[in-house]
C-alpha cells in the first residue's frame, strides 16, 4: 500500500525585495510504500532539505501535492499542522534537538503530553521502547550526561512513541562517531523489518546503504534511483557510490 505519494512538487524561493527567485525544487514525483525505507542523497544544494522540510509540514512548496495516508498536507491550515505532525509524523535531527532542562525520559514524552496522553499510556508505551534502544537505565539522566549515541537513541524513542505512521530522519548519523552510527544504522534497520516506514536524508553513503531504496536529487529533481533488492550492504554502497561520482561529474541520467 502506498502511504506517501509526492506529485510534482515545486518550490520557488523570491527574495525580500522580489528581485531574485531561487527554484529549489523543479519537478519531485515519487512515491513511498507502507514499511519502506528510503533514503534521499544529493549534492549539497541539490533540494533535499527543502524537499525534507515540505514533507515535514514546515514548508509548503510553491506547488504540487503531498499525500499521506491519501490525506494531502499541503492544504492543512495552520491551526491544524502542529497536531498533525504528532498524530502522524516521527522526527530524528542530526543535532538530536533534546532540551537540557528535561531527563530523557520527559524528553520522550514531550509530544504524548502535548497530546494530552494519561501517564500510564505513556509509561506503558515507553517500557518496551526504552529496553528495544537499550536506554531504560538512563531514563532519569538528563542529555547533557549521556553520550551522543544515547542522545540520539532517545531521540528515536521520542519519534516511535508516538506509533507514527512515518519516521522522517535528517542527516540522524551525522554527529556520531562509527561505533554510534553503525548501532544507529542496526536500530533502524530492525524498526522497519518490524514495520515502521522510515524516509532519512543522509550525505553518508554508508547510511543510505542500508535502505531498501535510495533516490537521488539533482538540480531539484529525482535523478536515478536504487533499489537494494537482495544486494548486500557492502555492494549497495558501491552503487550508491558510483551514482555520486556520474552525479559530482556532471554524467547524464543513469539507466
Not at 533535499?48 to 495516508?69: F, H, Q, R
Amino acid at each position: 500500500m502506498t502511504l506517501l505519494e509526492v506529485k510534482n512538487l515545486k518550490k520557488v524561493y523570491t527574495t525580500r525585495f522580489g528581485g531574485n527567485h531561487v527554484q529549489a525544487l523543479t519537478d519531485v514525483s515519487f512515491s513511498v510504500e507502507d514499511g519502506e525505507y528510503v533514503a534521499i542523497m544529493g549534492e549539497s544544494g541539490s533540494g533535499k532539505t527543502t524537499l525534507l522540510n515540505i514533507l515535514a509540514a514546515l514548508d509548503k512548496p510553491t506547488s504540487g501535492e503531498v499525500l499521506l495516508n491519501g490525506k494531502n498536507i499541503v492544504s492543512i491550515s495552520e491551526k491544524e499542522i502542529s497536531a498533525f505532525r504528532r498524530q502522524n509524523l516521527g522526527f530524528v535531527f542530526q543535532d538530536f534537538n533534546l532540551l537540557d532542562t528535561f531527563s530523557l525520559q520527559d524528553n520522550i514524552f514531550l509530544p504524548l503530553v502535548l497530546s494530552r496522553t494519561s501517564y500510564s499510556e505513556m509509561s506503558n508505551r515507553l517500557r518496551p521502547l526504552s529496553e528495544n534502544l537499550r536506554i531504560q537505565d538512563i531514563l532519569t539522566k538528563f542529555p547533557y550526561e549521556v553520550s551522543g549515541g544515547q542522545k540520539q537513541r532517545t531521540a528515536v524513542a521520542r519519534a516511535l512513541i508516538t506509533n507514527p505512521k512515518l519516521v522522517l530522519a535528517d542527516e540522524p548519523t551525522g554527529a556520531l562517531d562509527s561505533r554510534s552510527s553503525d548501532d544507529l544504522l542496526q536500530i533502524f534497520s530492525k524498526i522497519n523489518e518490524a514495520g515502521q516506514t522510515i524516509l532519512m536524508v543522509t550525505h553518508s553513503t554508508k547510511a543510505a546503504s542500508h535502505a531498501s531504496r535510495v533516490l537521488f536529487i539533482k538540480d531539484g529533481a529525482v535523478f536515478h534511483q536504487i533499489y537494494k533488492g537482495s544486494l548486500s550492504n557492502e555492494a549497495m554502497y558501491q552503487k550508491i557510490s558510483d551514482t555520486l561520482n556520474i552525479i559530482a561529474t556532471g554524467g547524464g541520467r543513469i539507466e
